[in-house]
């Protein structure tokens, strides 16, 4: 477990988003703590894309606090919350597809290292950003794949594309959406394993199906229904919790 | 131009090279085949396109690279013409424009000046339109540069509809730009020294942003660019180009007029970016030369010569995946890249 006496590093306070009649975010708690594997589960449609979304300031909440490090941070910029330490990977891979994959990660190390107002230099000559690029392709597990252009990436390859990427941000709070989906098994360990390297060297909050998965990573697991959690605890608690295995871990086990 | 690290293998670049290097040694020597042929109306007819491709690869930028799809692109062309042609009225006239701004006929004085006032018309216009994306950002393009237009139309002091005449060329210091070859000399080594800025530009930190932009906006603001200043970056860089361009065009014709903002002549920019190759360093200038070339001739043959081009334009652009870029990939044995 992880220490507790520390100021979390993300605290989200009693967030409401609603979409017309529809609540996707209700009055919504939650915190992540520096090095911690926070997991976030619930059956689709629960609302976990959608915070996310109001974590990285890509949607707006109608009311409640994020703060991070200390800092709030729900009025900022998605780039202002990045440049903190805030990044994401996307359930439905977001990538610049006509790029090779190592021109991906490239270009994400280029982003966190300032302004990109430079005209002149080539770019695609600059080891300050392929050095680092191709460290973050190794370990997302893609080091031979490099010169190979998204485009012609297999599904799997893609998501291991998206952790590089975040991984290129160096972040301290690492948003994963959904990073098992669509998998295959040898694609589920890969990206397992470097996922468990990864762990307690950034906070991580992670959003996934796969229970096996969760189970093994999280140290705390909250459970959105609805868009309202309705348990939160050790991965021990939440296996126990009648009302999530009611609600949600039954669906599979009845 | 030139792409060593992609293109792989020494050879082959190389050869780019040496192509690169006949090309334009082509293009030098055009005023001599010119004259040698018995058709001294082809370095006229050059000059136009050679200026015309700096516009087209100065939309392209936008455009082809950033995916901005400006509709408006004609608006900083005419400005830039439009400059010369109100800075030669106020020489000619000796009365300074507002009063303080004395006229000129100096192309070192007219040209930076096209340029700077173009940049400032579509920094103040970009950064309107860049609030909006997608079919607003055309429509509001589009907008803007008939705005212009119309303002040029009823502009009476600088001939309004009837436009102004440039009776004699800006002068160069050295330089003899009343000669027909030697200006397009000049115009050429602009043209040169653009698209070796452009192709600075593309391949720089600024330009990787920028195609990173087109293909996923989301993407980049999820690694921290805020995409908004290098989108007006990009549009006033695409703009200055586009003055630079029309400046050169109004001495080239001697004459500016409200047709050079029309929304046509912003749709003729456009199909020469996209006959030529939307997101290729030389495509534009391409599209420039294939367009106005055939125009020439068609208009030459018949004067139905628009229901031959239409069609024509069509089955290029279907066929060719890519404009003439992507013909030209077929050709050398459909390499993607």
Known sequence: MTERTAEPLLRVTRLFKRFGGVTATDD???DVFAGEVHALIGPNGAGKTTFIGQLMGEIAPDAGEISFAGERIDRLSTPARVRRGLAR???IT???????????????????????????????????LLEPAHEHLAAAGLAERGGVRVSALSHGERKQLELAIVLAARPRLLLLDEPMAGLGAAE????????????????????????????????????LVYGRIIASGTPAQIQADPQVRAAYLGEGDA | MVDPLKTGGAQRSALKLLALAVLLALLAALPFIATATGQPAMTSLATRIVILAIAAASLNLALGYCGLVSFGHAAWYGVGGYVVGILWRHHVSGEPLFGFIPGSDQLLVTLPLAILVAGLFSAVLGALSLRTSGVQFIMITLA?????????????????????????????PFIDTRDGPTFYW??????????????????????????????????????????YRYKLVCFIISGMGAGLAGALMANHARFVSPDMLHWTQSGELMIMVILGGAGTL??????????????????????????????????????????LSGLARLVRGGRND
């Open chain 1, 28 to 30: 919504l708690s939650l």
């Open chain 1, 89 to 91: 990977t996307f359930q």
């Open chain 1, 94 to 128: 977001e990538l610049l597809t006509e790029e090779t994959a190592l021109d991906n990660v490239a270009l994400a190390v280029q982003a966190g290292q300032g302004h990109s107002f430079r005209f002149f230099r080539d770019a695609r000559r600059d080891r300050s």
């Open chain 1, 188 to 223: 589920s360990r890969r990206m397992v394993d470097a996922l468990a390297r990864m762990k307690g060297g950034v906070g991580i909050l992670l959003v996934e199906h796969d229970m096996d998965v969760v189970f093994a990573l999280a140290d705390r697991i909250s459970v």
């Open chain 2, 144 to 172: 803007f540069a008939q705005m212009l237009f119309f303002f040029f139309v009823a502009l009476k002091a600088y001939g309004g509809d009837d436009g102004l005449i440039v009776r004699r060329r800006n002068a160069l």
């Open chain 2, 186 to 227: 000049v115009c050429l080594a602009f043209a040169v020294a653009w698209f070796l800025l452009m192709w600075r530009i593309v391949n720089s930190r600024f330009g990787k942003v920028l195609a990173g932009i087109r293909q996923s906006e989301r993407r980049m603001a999820a690694i921290g660019v805020a995409t």
């Open chain 2, 282 to 323: 030389l495509g534009p200038a391409a599209g420039a030369a294939v367009l106005i070339g055939l125009e020439t001739q068609l208009a030459a043959w018949t004067e139905h010569w628009q229901a031959i081009l239409g069609p024509l334009l069509v089955l290029m652009i279907l066929f060719t995946r890519g404009g």
